[in-house]
């Protein structure tokens, strides 16, 4: 998604939270004005090209929000800690969905080196239940020792292994799980080997999932270990309540 794209989808919080300030008589209308002005701040942010920019007498550094590390403006704030998943046995699923937490990132998560453990079918209906919890649901697969190697959207999974060809398509993903490597689930639909570092800027994150067109990310440790999610549309919102919080306490 471009960063025009990104300024237009932030349209609705930006009117909404200028709405509340007006309402209940927060802050000025300088204020109320350059709050309107947010989804501006917004493509400023993605797409690096503004660097200050001055609405009302308030002035945003985007720049500086877009380049933030980590301990300025935390990744980590919306790279959340997912509920991760291994696969077990079929009976295991009533069990541990019982205590997952219903709008909680959560990951699936399989590992390479295991010939003929995983059965594409028993994969799917895992995603489908882990699914009613996480409609954004993510597919992590690693190595042996716990190493990220690729990743996939769940749906596109399920999508990809329930289609026309299931029979076909079922015995291209058990092949690839049984390699030694993870070059051959990179070649299936909607895998992905690329993950971004969990103290990457917001600037960073948003522009990798602009360049893969995906919306989440695997953010991973120093180790190259799964840590977390990180979810575009949690991202903007997290800068939005940034530039708002700054505007609100100007002078």
Known sequence: MSAIAYAIASVPI???LALILKRFQIGES???IALLLLPLGVWGVTSGAISEFSA????????????????ISPLTDV????????????????GFTRALTPGKPIALVLKL???DYYVPSAVVLYLQALSSFDPELTLVVTDADGKFMVAADGRAVINFLTGQNDFQAQEQFREALNAPDASRLVELPGFTSE???????NAQALSKMDELARRTLVALDSGGRPKGLAKRDAIVTHLL?????????AP
Not at 56 to 71: D, M, S
Not at 79 to 94: M, N, P, T, Y
Not at 195 to 201: E, G, K, L, S
């Open 14 to 16: 930006a009117i909404l």
């Open 30 to 32: 300088t204020t109320f």
């Open 56 to 71: 009302g007498g308030v002035t945003l550094k985007f720049r500086e929000a877009a380049e933030a590390k980590v301990k």
């Open 79 to 94: 790279v959340e800690d997912f509920q991760a998943i291994e696969k077990g046995g079929l009976s295991a699923i009533e």
């Open 113 to 115: 080196g295991r010939p």
């Open 195 to 201: 993950a971004i570092a969990a103290d990457a800027t």
């Open 241 to 249: 309540v940034q530039l708002a919080s700054g505007i609100a306490g």
